[in-house]
């Protein structure tokens, strides 16, 4: 089941996975758990994120959106197991 929080990245960074939690590194780190995690938005061109990640996210039911340069959505990944909702709000949130 996916978490609750949206986490939006807009700066160079590296994402990764570590012992099920989500690690931020830029000049410092930050952890969140990715079970808490219901949206990651990669707003930014300048991140590195791992296959790892995405592979813990995805079995954590979490989406991730990839921005463009003008900072719009470029794509979505949903899980395959995901529930039907969880698209749908995400094109509504968009059209907002």
């Known amino acids: 089941m996916a978490g609750f ?3 939006v990245i807009n700066k160079r ?3 990764a996975s570590l ?3 989500l690690i ?5 780190e930050e952890r969140i758990h990715i079970n808490e995690i219901e949206t990651l938005v990669v ?7 791992t296959s790892a ?3 813990d996210l995805t079995e954590a039911g979490a989406n991730i959106i990839f921005c463009d340069r003008k900072h719009l959505p ?3 990944f949903v899980p395959i ?15 907002w």
């Open 5 to 7: 929080r949206t986490i």
């Open 13 to 15: 960074c590296k994402l």
């Open 19 to 21: 012992l099920g939690s």
């Open 24 to 28: 931020i590194r830029t000049e410092t």
């Open 43 to 49: 707003e930014s061109t300048a991140v590195a994120i």
């Open 53 to 55: 990640l995405v592979a």
């Open 74 to 76: 470029a794509s979505v």
């Open 81 to 95: 197991h995901a529930h039907y909702a969880t698209a749908r709000n995400i094109k509504i949130q968009i059209a």
